[in-house]
């Protein structure tokens, strides 16, 4: 079984605390990994834990307008399927990078070796002013 430690960073030099997701298997695609970062954000969220979206990925403002500053489980939930589109998207117009270790990784389908403690940075990227 392998972990992965998921850091969130942005190039203006913010770096989120870490936090860990067990994975079965030792080789996954980019694509599952972050769906499955996904599911348990939403999944998080969901349960009425604060923060759990820390992510590159953030709730719609029709989710934020629903659920409001107080989330209660029986309130309206964020949808996983809705946020991993949106995640797969942003990834691929450059919106966040994803580095395994110090490699990046720029194919979503490309497999993953996943050994115990595998960091895997999503580096959300901050557009310069005025261009």
């Not at 998921?6 to 203006?12: A, G, Q, R």
């Not at 759990?52 to 934020?64: D, I, L, M």
Request: charged share 35%; no cysteine; glycine share 8%.
């Amino acid at each position: 079984m392998a972990t992965v430690i998921f850091v969130d960073e942005t190039t203006s030099g913010v770096r989120r605390n870490a936090w860990r997701l067990a994975v079965a298997e030792e080789r996954l695609t980019l694509r599952e990994l972050i769906r499955r970062r996904v599911r348990r954000e939403v999944a998080e969220h969901d349960a009425g834990r604060p923060g759990a979206f820390h992510g590159p990925v953030q709730p719609t403002p029709a989710e934020r307008t629903l659920n409001g500053d107080h989330r209660r489980p029986e309130d309206h939930a964020v949808d996983p399927d809705r946020q991993f589109l949106d995640a797969v998207e942003a990834f691929g117009r450059n919106g966040f990078l994803v580095l395994v270790g110090d490699r990046q990784i720029e194919d979503l389908d490309a497999e993953l070796d996943l050994r115990a403690d595998t960091e895997v940075s999503f580096l959300k990227l901050v557009p310069l002013v005025g261009g």
